[in-house]
């Protein structure tokens, strides 16, 4: 059996590196994290993503409708060293005050098995097909919602001439209850697109399923298309 370590493949452990690096504390505020520099800048620049991205519009707040909280998360970033890389701020929604049938409805979403995962790539390897790993940046925020949903504004950019809004979500944000199905449903919307699937698809995240298009097998969202073979 050949194993990394065989064939000289290490990846250091960060905690057992001796690089020292000074860093600020997670903040447990979004207000007294505005006042340290590294935060601040790593919420601005979420912020800012999220308004490029048309994530919402602000709108006077409807009475008796559902307002979802609004969350800022922090992280540090690390290299494989065990430096620090980056600070990470991301604002999510707290699905936690979502109501079933008023802001999400369905949130089923297929996920894949890690079974599964192993076959496909037994089929590579035997077969000696091409793959290749589609990583989608913030994945969650280019999905579109088919709910209405409202979100109080992030803490600490509240629009001053407008205080009183709210924001009425047009992309999905993470943190929402259905935000995973909103991401499958653009993502198998864009399959369609890409190829032409004859086969019917009712199980196409849950099980392998042997398509007619030149011989394309579809599986998670992956094509893999053998090209020793000819379509029949």
């Known amino acids: 059996m050949v194993t990394r370590s065989k064939v000289r493949i290490v990846k250091a452990n960060p905690k057992y590196n001796l690089h020292v690096t000074i860093s600020s504390s997670i903040p447990k505020s979004p207000f007294h994290t505005l006042r340290d520099p590294n935060w601040k800048q790593a919420m601005c620049d979420e912020y800012k993503a999220l308004i490029d991205n048309n994530t919402w519009v602000l709108v006077p707040g409807p009475p008796n409708v559902n307002i979802v909280r609004s969350i800022w998360l922090y992280k540090h970033k690390y290299n494989a060293d ?5 600070y990470k701020a991301r604002l999510v929604a707290n699905g936690h005050s979502q109501q ?31 793959i290749h790993q589609l990583d989608v940046k913030s994945a969650f925020l280019h999905s579109h919602l088919t ?4 979100m109080h504004q992030p803490p600490g950019f509240t629009d001053s001439a407008h205080s009183d809004y709210v924001c009425l979500l047009q992309k ?22 890409l190829v032409s699937i004859t086969a ?19 599986y998670i969202g992956v094509a893999i298309s053998d090209p020793t073979r000819n379509p029949t």
């Open 172 to 193: 999905s944000l993470y943190g929402l209850k259905q935000a995973p199905r909103a991401w499958f449903q653009r993502f198998l919307a864009m399959l369609f697109e």
């Open 82 to 86: 065990g430096s620090l890389n980056q």
């Open 200 to 218: 019917k698809l009712t199980c196409l995240f849950s099980s392998f399923i042997r398509g007619k298009t030149q011989l394309t097998y579809y």
């Open 147 to 150: 709910e209405t949903v409202y």
């Open 100 to 130: 079933q049938g008023i802001d999400c409805d369905e949130t089923f979403n297929p996920v894949v098995k890690p079974a599964a995962i192993r076959t496909i790539l037994s089929l590579v390897v035997s077969r000696q097909w091409p």
